[in-house]
């Protein structure tokens, strides 16, 4: 492996990490906060944020943009969304 290539790795990875750790905070806020319409905000901005940590992943790779891995990010707000309300 080149130095460029643990590079993108290691920072693909760390942005990933941070943004989806960004997500799961989300989902536990909305877990606490107390009206309806807030925890569906907040589960959004998780699915939004999830989504642009796997983009920003897949960008740093110079992978193309648009495809199914993407969806991968909408497991935490998922998961929290299954946690709520069931």
Known sequence: MSLTSVQRWVMSTLVAITILHLSAGLVVAAYFVKPQSSK????????????LAIEAALLIHRHRPVTAWVLFGLIPPLVGAWVIFR
């Not at 569906?40 to 989504?51: D, K």
Request: aromatic share 8%; net charge neutral.
């Open 40 to 51: 569906i905000g907040l589960l959004v901005i998780s699915g939004v944020f999830g989504m």
